[in-house]
């Protein structure tokens, strides 16, 4: 369910949240299981994995915004948004500006934006409706 659960919210586009309940509720009837109430899916998009983004295959302007990283491992995408619009020139602001919906979502709510960055991100989220 999990799996169906992150395949469900993983898109570039955020899904109504009453659409996906519907067929999150339709799925676990099939299933024999009972249907999560509406705060447990709201629950679910602090946790849901956002993707990991391998630092090697960034490009260079998105690296340097990482930059008490190496160019070796992976970075969640959420984390990979946050570093983008504090640390990042306008290149990695951009990269970042194109991340799926759930890493925007979840970057959001990160502590320790500087103003100006967290005035970036709530622009591209309302841009894009999240």
């Given at each position: 369910m999990q799996a169906w659960v992150q395949a469900e919210l993983s898109g570039y586009d955020r899904p109504p949240i009453a659409e996906v309940?519907?067929?999150?509720t339709r799925r676990c009837r099939e299933a024999g299981l009972r249907p999560?109430?509406?705060?447990t899916v709201?629950?679910?998009?602090?946790?849901?994995e956002t993707g990991s983004y391998r630092v090697a295959e960034l490009p260079p302007a998105?690296?340097?915004?990482?930059?008490?990283?190496?160019t070796t491992g992976e970075v969640p995408g959420?984390?990979?948004a946050f570093y983008c619009f504090n640390y990042g020139s306008l290149t990695a602001v951009s990269f970042a500006s194109g991340l799926p919906w759930l890493a925007l979502h979840?970057?959001?709510r990160l502590p320790g934006y500087r103003?100006?960055?967290?005035?970036?991100?709530?622009a591209v989220a309302r841009v894009r409706g999240i």
């Amino acid at each position: 369910m999990q799996a169906w659960v992150q395949a469900e919210l993983s898109g570039y586009d955020r899904p109504p949240i009453a659409e996906v309940i519907v067929r999150m509720t339709r799925r676990c009837r099939e299933a024999g299981l009972r249907p999560p109430s509406r705060a447990t899916v709201y629950k679910l998009l602090a946790t849901t994995e956002t993707g990991s983004y391998r630092v090697a295959e960034l490009p260079p302007a998105v690296q340097d915004a990482l930059y008490n990283l190496g160019t070796t491992g992976e970075v969640p995408g959420h984390q990979l948004a946050f570093y983008c619009f504090n640390y990042g020139s306008l290149t990695a602001v951009s990269f970042a500006s194109g991340l799926p919906w759930l890493a925007l979502h979840r970057a959001l709510r990160l502590p320790g934006y500087r103003t100006k960055s967290r005035g970036l991100i709530e622009a591209v989220a309302r841009v894009r409706g999240i």
